[in-house]
């Protein structure tokens, strides 16, 4: 739209969209809104729009995704969780155990990650395990924990949704939910948190391309909810020296095309302590909007991904590292 294009304008624009049995979506820019168009099978007769008062040009999205597509919004998106803004200057860290296994693990880890500075609290209530037989964590009472610990730190709480069965429960406690790997196609989930409306943190398939990532994006923002961080944590290859390979180059790769802020996982990107470090280093030297770290007060009697946990001394380490680097890439922590 124009950039002098009054709300009237904007809204009539809207209803000839819908009228045409389409979708419309106001997207307000920092110069002037745009008005993203989904739901169209083939290209769409730029004829009945191009006229109408208030509307500066008709532009065709080539790629398969739009919503995600800085073709419809050229300005990166900064998504809040609670206060924190991801995208802007700030580099964010969520840091906290895998998995809530107890009060005194999560305060302990909690109140050891905030005192280093990490902006946000995270911890798995409802796991995602290869094994039934593994720990699958504490459900509800592992929200109520983290409810808790945020509430002793201040630190808003990203914790996983597993299923459209317990998505609204762990609304009522998270304040945003992950998607996690596994979950990354999981296309009901998708559309569910697109409506619960909090933001949501959507980690990269271990398999996926790009394109699926941001595909698997698009369905949320597609349901309403523009409120997504991406999150690369690696994915599948013939490596043995490394869980996955944390596919660091996806990050510029995503920028380019996406407006959406994008995290790294070091964590389940290499999941081995020594390497977390030097990973997080790279991570923000190439651009991520901040990092998601494991730390466990004892990993070696953690309940899950212990081996990749780190320390709280090593995380305070990291901290401090990562704000030197912020200095060198004009952010700040
Ligand atoms: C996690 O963050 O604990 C997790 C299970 O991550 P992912 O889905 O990336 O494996
Ligand atoms: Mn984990």
């Known amino acids: 739209m124009d950039s002098r294009a009054d709300r009237s304008a904007i809204d009539h624009v ?22 993203g168009i989904t739901g169209n099978r083939g290209t769409v007769d730029p ?40 995208g802007g200057d700030r580099l964010v860290v969520a840091a906290g155990p895998c998995a809530v296994e107890s009060e005194q693990q999560t305060i302990e880890a909690a109140r050891a990650v905030a005192a280093a500075g990490a902006a946000l609290l995270r911890g798995g ?15 509800l009472e592992g929200l109520k924990i983290l409810a808790k610990a945020r509430e002793e730190t201040g630190l808003p709480v ?45 980690k990269r398939g ?15 923002l597609a349901e309403g909810n523009r409120q997504v961080i991406l999150c690369e944590r690696g994915v599948r290859t013939f490596a043995d020296h490394t869980r996955n390979t944390l ?9 380019r095309i996406s407006h959406l802020p994008i995290l790294a996982d070091p964590s389940h990107g290499t999941g081995k302590r020594h390497k977390v470090i030097p990973l997080s280093r790279a991570a923000i030297a190439v651009g991520a ?31 401090n590292q990562i704000r030197a680097l912020s200095i060198v890439m004009g952010r700040s922590v």
Do not use: W
């Open 14 to 35: 809207i209803e000839t969209v819908e009228k045409m049995g389409l979708k419309a979506t106001a997207i307000p820019g920092a110069q002037r809104v745009a008005i």
């Open 47 to 86: 004829a009945g729009l191009e006229n109408l008062p208030g509307v500066l040009e008709v532009i065709p999205v080539s790629a398969p995704y739009k919503l995600v597509s800085r073709e419809v919004q050229p300005e990166s998106s900064r998504v809040r969780i609670g206060a924190v803004e991801i």
């Open 125 to 139: 209530a409802f796991k995602p395990r290869t094994s039934p037989y593994s720990f699958q964590g504490l459900g």
């Open 158 to 202: 990203v914790t996983e949704v597993l299923d459209t069965e317990t998505a609204e429960t762990v609304a009522e406690y998270a304040d945003c939910l992950q998607i996690g790997a596994r979950n990354m196609q999981n296309f009901s989930l998708l559309k569910k948190v697109g409506k619960l409306g909090r933001p949501v943190l959507l």
């Open 206 to 220: 271990m398999a996926a391309t790009i394109e699926e990532f941001l595909l698997s994006a698009e369905y949320v």
């Open 247 to 255: 596919d660091l180059s996806s990050i510029p790769a995503v920028q």
């Open 289 to 319: 909007d901040g990092l998601l770290i494991e730390v466990h007060p004892r990993p070696e009697a953690a309940l899950s991904d212990g081996p990749q946990a780190l320390l709280p001394s090593q995380f305070a380490d990291l901290m």
